[in-house]
């Protein structure tokens, strides 16, 4: 073998491996954009469960079916709680009062976690005798 063949030979071998590079690139960028178009229909997915949950409980809430029952009571108590929440909200507002943002709010709980953590321990109750 002489010298321009083995250079031939080496340079087949360089265009064969780019080649394949190239196609494995595609290959891969094919794959990642079948993932997120499959991600984009998955979330379509969970849009419409939620909108089948809520048009659900729109119409059958009140009186909903066996398997459903659980979920619609959670919804229930957590709308009941909301608007508890709310009224304790307005109750506690001064007319005024910026809203606050969550960050403070977090802030907040987290200070008042703090102090509580701190504070002396109550008093403990006798232990009633039984007889």
Same mark, same amino acid.
């Given at each position: 073998? $002489?010298?321009? =063949?083995? +250079?031939?030979?080496?340079?087949?071998?360089?265009? $064969?491996?780019?080649?394949?590079?190239?196609?494995? =690139?595609?290959?891969?960028? /094919?794959?990642?954009?079948?993932?997120?178009?499959?991600? !984009?229909? /998955? $979330?379509?997915?969970?849009?419409?469960?939620? *909108?089948?949950?809520?048009?659900?409980?729109?119409?059958?809430? !009140?009186?909903? $079916?066996?398997? +459903?029952?659980?979920?619609?009571?959670?919804?229930?108590?957590?709308?009941?709680?909301? *608007?508890?929440?709310?009224?304790?909200?307005?109750?506690?507002?001064?007319?005024?009062?910026?809203?606050? *943002?969550? *960050?403070?709010?977090? =802030?907040?709980?987290?200070?008042?976690?703090?102090?509580? =953590?701190?504070?002396?321990?109550? /008093?403990?109750?006798?232990?009633?005798?039984?007889?």
């Amino acid at each position: 073998m $002489d010298i321009k =063949s083995t +250079f031939e030979t080496l340079k087949d071998k360089a265009t $064969d491996l780019a080649q394949a590079g190239v196609a494995q =690139s595609k290959r891969l960028a /094919e794959i990642a954009k079948l993932k997120a178009a499959n991600m !984009a229909e /998955e $979330d379509a997915i969970k849009k419409a469960y939620i *909108e089948i949950g809520k048009l659900y409980y729109a119409e059958q809430g !009140a009186t909903p $079916d066996g398997a +459903f029952a659980a979920a619609c009571e959670r919804v229930t108590a957590s709308k009941a709680a909301i *608007e508890t929440n709310n009224e304790r909200i307005a109750e506690l507002k001064q007319p005024g009062d910026p809203e606050p *943002e969550v *960050e403070e709010v977090a =802030s907040l709980a987290e200070t008042e976690t703090l102090v509580v =953590s701190e504070a002396a321990p109550a /008093e403990e109750e006798p232990d009633e005798k039984q007889d």
